[in-house]
């Protein structure tokens, strides 16, 4: 079955709901549960990025037109 993506303005891929789970990364039987629905391909994993690396990401994309240094 193929499903096709939602597009939205500047052909940025849409995102119908976020889900966040909190588990034990320890616990075997959670993690392979995790990984099983991973692999049916409906759901993508998203890391979390730190604010640095979200910031640096705006600089590199030109919406920050200024940079303000400490002394």
Same mark, same amino acid.
């Given at each position: @079955?193929? *499903?096709?993506?939602?597009?939205?303005?500047?052909?940025?891929?849409?995102? @119908?709901?976020?889900?966040?789970?909190?588990?034990?990364? *320890?616990?075997?039987?959670?993690?392979?549960? +995790?990984? /099983?629905? +991973?692999?049916?391909?409906? /759901?993508?994993?998203?890391?979390?990025?730190?604010? /640095?690396? *979200?910031? @640096?990401?705006?600089?590199?994309?030109?919406?920050?037109? *200024?940079?303000?240094?400490?002394?």
């Amino acid at each position: @079955m193929h *499903r096709e993506k939602l597009k939205g303005i500047n052909n940025e891929e849409i995102i @119908m709901a976020t889900i966040i789970l909190d588990y034990d990364a *320890r616990n075997v039987q959670a993690k392979k549960a +995790l990984d /099983f629905i +991973l692999s049916l391909g409906l /759901f993508q994993k998203k890391e979390k990025k730190s604010s /640095f690396e *979200r910031a @640096m990401k705006d600089i590199e994309k030109g919406k920050v037109h *200024r940079l303000i240094t400490p002394e």
